[in-house]
C-alpha cells in the first residue's frame, strides 16, 4: 500500500468517511431489511459505486468523496497526489508519517470491508458486489499475503529504491513468473491493470513472464482470457524463446509450447509458423546465439574497504582467551585418528555456523575423511547433558596443514625469508560460543601445535583466507574476488538452494528465469572454437607416479616464472607433497594440457563442492553442482581463453553446473568479467601470512593483487 502520502484534509476526510459507515452500519441493524430495500431501488435506478454505500445525511457544502477516500470539490482541500509513476521508487521526507497513513488506510478498507459483508448477509447475497468494492477487496488480499513469503525479501523494481518490503511497481507481473493466476488476476483488477498494454521497462508483458514460470494453464489464461498480445520485448525476447531457454522437456514442456504457438498464431505472430523440426524451427542454440549478452566494455568492481585499525591488543594467535574455552580444546593429528574421529572432524567442519565461502555449499563432501590424515585439528567441545545420558557436542573447529616440502618462488619470495609453509583454513565457531574466546583458543592452541612439528624457528609462515576483513594489524596481502557462471540455472531453481544462487530473481519484479540462463549458458559455438584444443586435456592420474612426475617438473620450472603471471608461488618439492597439499583431496579433480613432446603445458585442479541442501529432482541428477578452482598455472594460455578452457573442463569433463573462479593464478577479474562471469561481492576473501613466532606480518611481504599470488589456500 505505498505512494504518495495522503494530506491531512484527506486524511480528515477519511476519518469522517469512516465515522459515516459506522453510523450507517449501526443504523443498518436496529432497522432490519430497510437498508435492503433503499439500496435494491438505487441499483434498480443505475447509482453509480457510492451509491451502493449506505446513504449518509451531510451538510450541503460538505464535500464529496472520491474512491480512494480522498475530499474532492472543495477550495480548502489539495490536490490529489500525482499517479506513481512505472520504474521508480519514491522517498517520503517522514518515514513513519508514511506507515502511519498506510495503517490508516488498511483499518478504513477492514472496516469498509465488514460493512459491505454485514450488508451482503442482510440482502442475502441478492444484489452483486460493485467493482470498486472488489478492487478494495484484493488489494487488501495482496496486503496481507504479500509478506507470507518466508525468507524472501521483497523489494521494490528499482534497486536504488528507499524502502524494503514494498511492492513493486511490476508486482502482477512478478505473480505471473511465479505461476500464480489467481492472484495475479485478483490484483490487476484491484490495480486497475489494463492487460493488453501493460509492459515492464524492457518491453515484457505479462505472457513473458507467464512463459518464464513454464505453466501452460497460465499461458492460456494469460492469452485467452486475459486478451495479452503476444509480442518481443526491446531486444526482440518473444515468449517462445523464453520457454525455450528454460529447457524443460516432457509432456508439460510440450503442452507450454503448444500453448504459446496457439497465442502466437492468434495475434499473427511469425513465431506461429516455426513450430515442429524443420529448418525454420527454434532451438535453444539459435535462442542463445541471438540474444545472448555480449561481454561488458568496461569492468567496475566494488572497491576494497580500508581496513579498520586496531583499538586494542590482538589476541591473534595468543593464550589471551577465557580459561574455560582454552580447558576444552583438544589437538590431534589426523594419523592418529580412526575413520570415525576424521568423519567427525569432516562433520564438525561442515555443520558448525555455516561457515565458509558460498554457505549453500558444504565445505567438504559429506565422506571426505582422507583430507583428515593429513590435517592438524583443534577442536572445542562441551558437554550436553541430556534425560538420559551426557554427551559432547563441538563447539569449534580449526585445520591447518604444514606443507614441510615446499619452496615459495616468484620476485616477492626473494624479498621474504620462509623455511617452513602452513596453510590454516575451516575456523568455525557455533552460534552460542561466539565472543567467548573459543576461536582465540582453537587458534592458539593450533599455533602450538604447528611450531611443534615444523621445528623451524622464525621462518615458519602460515597462510589463510578469512571472509572477514581483520583490522590492522596484521594487513591483508591480497583481497581475493571470487566469480561465477551458472551453467545450467534449471537446475539450481529446482533445488532448495534457488534462493541462494538467484537472490535477484525473487527479490526484483523483471529478473526472469530465461535472464540466467542467457549470461551463463555455454553456446555451442564456444565449444566449436576450441575443438582443435580439447583432445589436449587429460584427467591426471593421482596414483601414476610417471604422470606425477611430469606435473612436478613444470610446476617447478614454471610457477612464479613470467610465463605464469605470478609473483609469488608455493611450489612442492617432491611427488609426495604434490600428492598430500594440491591434487590428493577426496574432492579435487586435476586435468593437465599436453602439448606434441608429451610434456605438460598446462594445470588446473577443481576442488567438487556439494550443496548442503538438495531436492528429490537434485539427487537424482548426475554431475556436479558447483565446481570450484583451487589451483592452476597456465603457461601457454592468456587472458580469457584462461577462463574459456576452465569453463569447458567444468561443463564437459566434470558436467558441473556452476564454476567458481578466484581472482589468482594469474586470472584477473577483467578476464573474468569479460567472459560474462558474475563477481559475489558478499564472498570476498582476504589472504593473510603471518609469522606463528612473532605473531605479525612476515618482513619483505607487501600487499599485492590477489592474481599475483598462486597459493594453496583453498586445497584443503
Given at each position: 500500500m505505498s505512494g504518495t502520502p495522503m494530506s491531512e484534509e484527506q486524511r480528515a476526510a477519511l476519518e469522517q468517511r469512516l465515522a459515516q459507515l459506522r453510523a450507517a452500519q449501526a443504523a443498518a441493524a436496529e432497522v432490519e431489511g430497510g437498508s435492503a430495500s433503499t439500496l435494491s431501488a438505487g441499483d434498480k435506478n443505475g447509482s453509480s459505486r457510492d451509491d451502493a454505500m449506505p446513504q449518509q445525511t451531510q451538510p450541503q457544502e460538505t464535500p464529496s468523496q472520491n474512491q480512494r477516500g480522498g475530499a474532492v470539490g472543495s477550495a480548502a482541500a489539495a490536490p490529489p497526489p500525482p499517479p506513481p509513476q512505472i520504474g521508480y521508487g519514491y522517498e517520503d521526507d517522514d518515514c513513519d508519517e508514511e506507515d502511519e497513513l498506510d495503517n490508516a488506510r488498511e483499518q478504513f478498507e477492514d472496516e469498509f470491508l465488514r460493512h459491505i459483508a454485514e450488508q451482503q448477509q442482510q440482502q442475502g447475497q441478492a444484489h452483486p458486489v460493485s467493482t470498486h468494492e472488489l478492487n478494495v477487496a484484493s488489494v487488501a488480499g495482496v496486503s496481507a499475503t504479500r509478506d507470507a513469503n518466508d525468507g524472501v525479501d521483497v523489494v521494490a523494481t528499482d534497486k536504488n529504491a528507499p524502502c524494503s518490503h514494498e511492492l513493486g511497481d511490476f508486482e502482477v507481473l512478478r505473480l505471473a513468473k511465479m505461476g500464480d493466476g489467481v492472484s495475479m488476476k485478483n490484483f490487476g483488477a484491484a490495480c486497475g491493470i489494463a492487460w493488453k498494454t501493460f509492459l515492464d521497462n524492457h518491453g515484457r508483458n505479462a505472457l513473458h513472464y507467464a512463459a518464464d514460470s513454464s505453466s501452460a494453464a497460465l499461458i492460456r489464461l494469460v492469452a485467452d482470457?486475459?486478451?495479452?498480445?503476444?509480442?518481443?520485448?526491446?531486444?526482440?525476447?518473444?515468449?517462445?524463446?523464453?520457454?525455450?531457454?528454460?529447457?524443460?522437456?516432457?509432456?508439460?514442456s510440450d503442452e507450454v509450447y503448444a500453448a504459446l504457438f496457439a497465442a502466437a498464431k492468434a495475434s499473427g505472430h511469425a513465431d506461429g509458423n516455426v513450430g515442429g523440426s524443420g529448418e525454420n524451427a527454434k532451438t535453444r542454440e539459435k535462442v542463445l546465439m541471438a540474444h545472448a549478452p555480449p561481454p561488458p566494455k568496461f569492468v567496475l568492481s566494488k572497491p576494497v574497504p580500508k581496513a579498520p585499525e586496531a583499538t586494542r591488543e590482538r589476541t591473534f594467535w595468543s593464550p589471551g582467551s577465557r580459561s574455560e574455552a582454552a580447558a576444552s580444546v583438544q589437538c590431534s593429528s589426523g594419523t592418529d585418528m580412526t575413520d570415525a574421529e576424521r568423519q567427525a572432524v569432516s562433520d564438525a567442519v561442515c555443520s558448525l555456523d555455516h561457515h565458509g565461502r558460498l554457505q549453500w555449499l558444504r565445505p567438504v563432501t559429506r565422506?571426505?575423511?582422507?583430507?583428515?590424515?593429513?590435517?592438524?585439528?583443534?577442536?572445542a567441545s562441551q558437554a550436553v547433558a541430556t534425560t538420559a545420558t551426557t554427551c559432547t557436542k563441538a563447539t569449534g573447529v580449526v585445520v591447518a596443514q604444514v606443507l614441510p616440502n615446499v619452496s615459495l618462488k616468484g620476485p616477492v619470495a626473494k624479498k621474504v625469508s620462509v623455511a617452513t609453509v602452513a596453510v590454516a583454513a575451516h575456523l568455525a565457531v557455533d552460534d552460542e560460543n561466539k565472543h567467548k574466546g573459543v576461536a582465540a583458543a582453537l587458534l592458539h592452541a593450533l599455533r602450538v601445535r604447528i611450531e611443534g612439528l615444523a621445528n623451524s624457528g622464525s621462518g615458519l609462515a602460515v597462510f589463510f583466507a578469512s571472509s572477514t576483513q581483520l583490522s590492522r594489524p596484521p594487513a591483508a596481502i591480497a583481497t581475493v574476488k571470487w566469480f561465477r557462471r551458472v551453467f545450467d540455472p534449471s537446475y539450481f531453481y529446482a533445488s532448495d538452494s534457488a534462493y541462494d544462487v538467484f537472490p535477484d530473481f525473487f527479490n526484483y519484479d523483471e529478473v526472469l528465469r530465461a535472464d540466467a540462463v542467457l549470461k551463463g549458458a555455454v553456446p555451442a559455438s564456444l565449444v566449436q572454437h576450441y575443438t582443435a584444443d580439447m583432445p589436449s586435456w587429460c584427467h591426471l592420474e593421482v596414483n601414476s607416479d610417471e604422470q606425477c612426475a611430469l606435473v612436478l617438473s613444470f610446476m617447478q620450472a614454471k610457477a612464479g616464472s613470467a610465463e605464469s603471471n605470478v609473483e609469488l608461488a608455493c611450489v612442492p618439492e617432491d611427488v609426495q607433497e604434490l600428492r598430500r597439499s594440491y591434487i590428493g583431496h577426496p574432492d579435487h579433480r586435476a586435468f593437465v594440457r599436453i602439448n606434441a613432446q608429451g610434456s605438460v603445458t598446462d594445470l588446473v585442479v577443481f576442488r567438487k563442492r556439494d550443496m548442503r541442501n538438495t531436492g528429490p529432482s537434485i539427487d537424482a541428477d548426475g554431475g556436479i553442482p558447483a565446481a570450484e578452482v583451487a589451483y592452476a598455472l597456465f603457461s601457454t594460455i592468456i587472458s580469457t581463453a584462461k577462463v574459456d578452457h576452465l569453463m569447458l573442463l567444468a561443463l564437459k569433463?566434470?558436467?558441473?553446473?556452476?564454476?567458481?573462479?578466484?581472482?589468482?593464478?594469474?586470472?584477473?577479474?577483467?578476464?573474468?568479467?569479460?567472459?560474462?562471469?558474475?563477481?559475489?561481492?558478499?564472498?570476498?576473501?582476504y589472504v593473510y601470512a603471518l609469522s606463528l613466532t612473532t605473531r605479525r606480518e612476515i618482513d619483505g611481504l607487501a600487499p599485492m593483487p590477489a592474481a599475483r599470488l598462486s597459493l594453496p589456500v583453498y586445497s584443503i
Open positions: 482470457d486475459l486478451r495479452v498480445p503476444y509480442v518481443a520485448d526491446e531486444k526482440q525476447l518473444t515468449p517462445l524463446d523464453i520457454a525455450i531457454l528454460n529447457g524443460h522437456t516432457g509432456a508439460e565422506d571426505a575423511r582422507m583430507p583428515c590424515e593429513h590435517w592438524q585439528v583443534a577442536l569433463l566434470l558436467s558441473a553446473k556452476m564454476l567458481l573462479v578466484p581472482t589468482m593464478f594469474g586470472i584477473t577479474d577483467s578476464d573474468l568479467a569479460k567472459s560474462n562471469f558474475d563477481e559475489l561481492v558478499a564472498n570476498r576473501d
